[in-house]
């Protein structure tokens, strides 16, 4: 697992560790990360962890092939790890953009190809891979984040095809939370004269509608159940049915309610 350290893949560690799972775990944050694996170990769960930053495609690569070769089998995949990024296009450096794409989008492509092989020759392999919400629908300021969330499900349900095709003992699941309490608004990169602050705010009162541990029981039912596409939070599933039904309603309809998700700018330094 990526982005094991905090937030949803924590909350996913510590589950699967309940359940009997033993776990390879990894997060770019040491501290963050050793703190999941007290946890899991306190359940019985035998835990691997290694620091890792889900950009560096040879490091990815290595994590995969030390993994199976602990574990002597990889069976599931869960590439979790991303972050969040707010600010306008006009507003925002290209430098930005590409590091939401680099971690969200290409963090996902190196942690899937890194370990498919493995979870193929495991004849009983899943990948588990973590989009959004925003990966169903568009919101003003998340053009980078919407734009690595929706290539996340591009490449995800294209895998999941190519190993029905290939009939290789994969399933692929692409999961989409709707807005979860974790700290990824809070370390979220905001574009230049924006109130990092503001932006934490708007998500923790008007977003985070459920707890990192009911994303994880949902995330681990739909894999259980060999899901395609993992819902998580009713609001995901009646704003992905508005995108549906009218997808340039939707549109509109985000574009005249992000006046209520307003993010202020940044405090001036007196
Ligand atoms: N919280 C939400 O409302 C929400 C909604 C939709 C999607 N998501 C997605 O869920 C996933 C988990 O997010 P979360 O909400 O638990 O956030 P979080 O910030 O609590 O956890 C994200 C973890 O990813 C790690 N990470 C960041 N960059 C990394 C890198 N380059 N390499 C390795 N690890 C890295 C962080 O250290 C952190 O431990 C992300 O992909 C996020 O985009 C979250």
Known sequence: MTGAGSGIGRALAVDLAARGARLALSDVDRDGLEATAVRCE??????RTDQLDVTEREAVLAYAAATRAHFGVVNQVYANAGIAYYGEVAREEFKDIERVLDVNFWGVVNTAKAFLPHLIDSGDGHVVAVSSLFGLITLPGQSSYSASKFAVRGFT???RQEMLVARHPVRVSCVHPGGIRTSVARSAGVAD??????VARVFDRRMALHSPEMAARTILTGVRRQRARILIGGEAKLFDLLNRVTPIGSQRFWAWYSRFL?????KQAS
């Open 157 to 159: 349900e294209s895998l």
């Open 262 to 266: 307003a993010v202020a700018p940044r």
């Open 42 to 47: 306190a359940r019985g769960a035998e835990v």
């Open 193 to 198: 004269g924006l109130d990092p602050d503001s």
